[in-house]
Each structure stands twice: as structure tokens, then as C-alpha cells.
């Protein structure tokens, strides 16, 4: 029983190592027997970037090519001046605190206080 269990996972080990291979090779014969075939891709998978965080595509064609490319981090979407946390005085800054309309990121600009106008 043990030798029968040792055999089937040898050939699982060995199915598993040549699928990689096979399907390379099928794209590879498809290719031969086209030549002129022109990769037509599709978005296929993909993981949406974020404000700080690259997203991926997975792009697949009829042949059965696939790769897949980064699609860049979006980058804060800063609401300006929605917040004044406190106003600027004659003596003391103010804060203004901009959101971005995507993600819990905020950015505080001091306001430099006034001065007095005598």
C-alpha cells in the first residue's frame, strides 16, 4: 500500500512540473502555425491600485499568452482648504487640514498668523 501511495505522488510531482511546460509549449505551437498572428489582449485579473499602492493587470490573448503589467499608484486626490481646524490670528497660526477624497490620508498646512495692523 505504501509503495502504490510513494508512486502516485511520484507522478503527482511529475504532472505538476510539466504543466508549466505544456502550456508554454502550446502557446509556442500556436504561434508556429500562425506566424502571422498579432497578440490581441484582454484584461483578464487585476488588482486596483491605490492612492500609495501599485495595482496589476493580468492580460491574457486568444492564443493563450498571458503577461501582466503594473498600473500605477493613483496618488492622493487632496480636497483643498475643506477643514480649518482653527483660523489664524493676529498673534497665532492657523491649521487648515486637506482630506483625500479616496483614503483616511490628511495633510495639515499652517496657516502663519497675521500680525497686528496698527
Known sequence: MEKHFNRIVSL????ITLIPMISE???LKAQEMDPNHEHSYKVVDSIKPTCTEVGKEIKKCSCGATFSENVAAR??????????SYDETC???GLLVNDCS????????????????F
Open 75 to 84: 496618488g492622493h486626490d487632496l480636497v483643498k482648504n475643506r477643514v480649518k
Open 25 to 27: 509549449s502550446v502557446v
Open 102 to 117: 479616496r483614503c483616511e490620508y490628511h495633510e495639515e498646512v499652517v496657516l502663519p498668523y497675521l500680525g497686528h495692523n
Open 91 to 93: 498673534t497665532k497660526d
Open 12 to 15: 503527482f510531482l511529475v504532472v
